[in-house]
């Protein structure tokens, strides 16, 4: 069964902490996104990447940044938490086809930052 | 102009009757459209997804596609109460390697008993 797994479900943090989101597939998916998720907001992507070491911006990445050690570990990390970045983060994965991208997503973690 | 805009609802039906969703997009280059199921609390879901003008139904769901309108429904048919949750249109262009895709902010669908 297709797997994408995030590390916390809740997260509870001070502002100007550094934090750490974790997110692991086991689908051997070449992509790996971040996104969060706001009430009438919607989904807005942070980062994408498409293989290992490599990382591109999505449309909200100030404050942010990820790593990409090996294919199946994608991490988000706060550099310095701050009020507004309290969210749902959604990690999903996807394969690469020719035919879009059919996202897998984990169970997302609910950031509290204090 | 939102690029992917949805009704935010919610669209209220009952029990056994047809749920209609509907998504309009601004990019005439997008190629593939997807539909994602959210229940409260949870992540999405992929529940279906549509590359050419026209129909295509899986079970009880029907995907409808019309390019030259830049329009794209979900229709439920014989709607449940576990159907109740939020719908999520989503686009992305097909161009090879990554292909952004972009969101709707999702209609929520209650299926009142």
């Known amino acids: 069964d297709v797997k994408v797994t995030q590390s916390s479900r809740y997260l509870v943090k001070r502002t100007g902490e550094k934090v750490f989101l974790e997110c692991v597939q086991d689908?051997?998916?070449?992509?790996m996104f971040w996104y969060r998720q706001d009430p009438g907001l919607g989904l807005r992507l942070i980062y994408f990447s498409y293989d290992v070491k490599m990382k591109e911006k999505g449309d909200i990445p100030e404050g942010y940044s990820v790593s990409r050690e090996k294919k199946e570990r994608f991490s988000l990390i706060l550099e310095s938490a701050s009020t507004n970045q309290t969210s749902m983060y959604l990690c999903?994965?996807?394969?690469?086809?020719?035919?879009?991208?059919?996202?897998?997503f984990g169970s997302g973690t609910q950031l509290s930052v204090l | 102009q939102k690029e992917v805009e949805q009704n935010s609802g919610p669209l209220s039906v009952p029990e056994g009757a047809i749920a209609s969703l509907n998504c309009t997009y601004s990019d005439r280059g997008s190629q593939s459209f997807f539909w994602y199921r959210q229940y409260s609390g949870k992540s999405p879901e992929l529940i279906m997804f549509?590359?050419?003008?026209g129909d295509k139904e899986d079970g009880r769901f029907t995907a409808q596609l019309n390019k030259a309108s830049q329009y794209v429904s979900l229709l439920i048919r014989d709607s449940q109460p576990s159907d109740s949750a939020t719908y999520l249109c989503a686009v992305t262009p097909v161009s090879g390697g990554y292909q952004k895709v972009t969101f709707g902010t999702g209609t929520k669908l209650q299926v009142i008993p």
């Open positions: 549509i590359y050419s003008n």
């Open positions: 999903a994965s996807s394969s690469r086809t020719g035919s879009g991208e059919k996202l897998f």
């Open positions: 689908m051997d998916h070449e992509n």
